[in-house]
Nanobody, 126 residues
Framework: QVQLVESGGGLVQAGGSLRLSCAAS????????MGWFRQAPGKEREFVAA????????YYADSVKGRFTISRDNAKNTVYLRLNSLKPEHTAVYSC???????????????????WGQGTQVTVSS
């Protein structure tokens, strides 16, 4: 079983930055693909970013390209999401997810990920 615990969310003014962390249990974390998703009030959960186990391949939603950066530290079993130049529309609960199996991988698909964290709230004030 894999447990994911997010941290780093909070209240920030527009234009500010945050770094979200997702700490994972499990000795095989380095083999997992990891994703970040978010859910704003009244909206469906949506893909934000993902990273393959090597850390070399990353994927982003068009809406966050150039603004958010995903990275990972396999030695620390942690994946990060750096959020820059935040806007009020970025307000949401941000959740990380892990995919342990191999095979064809669609990083933007929620169905790809077996394990999910509880999420961390990001609130951006204007």
């Amino acid at each position: 079983q894999v447990q994911l615990v997010e941290s780093g969310g909070g209240l920030v003014q527009a234009g500010g930055s945050l770094r979200l962390s997702c700490a994972a249990s499990g000795r095989t974390f380095s083999s997992y693909a990891m994703g970040w998703f978010r859910q704003a009030p009244g909206k469906e959960r949506e893909f934000v970013a993902a990273i393959r186990w090597t850390g070399i391949s990353t994927y982003y939603a068009d809406s966050v390209k150039g603004r958010f950066t995903i990275s990972r530290d396999n030695a620390k079993n942690t994946v990060y999401l750096r959020l820059n130049s935040l806007k009020p529309e970025h307000t949401a609960v941000y959740s990380c997810a892990a995919r342990s199996r191999g095979g064809t991988y669609n990083p933007r698909g929620e169905y790809e990920y077996e394990y999910w964290g509880q999420g961390t709230q990001v609130t951006v004030s204007s």
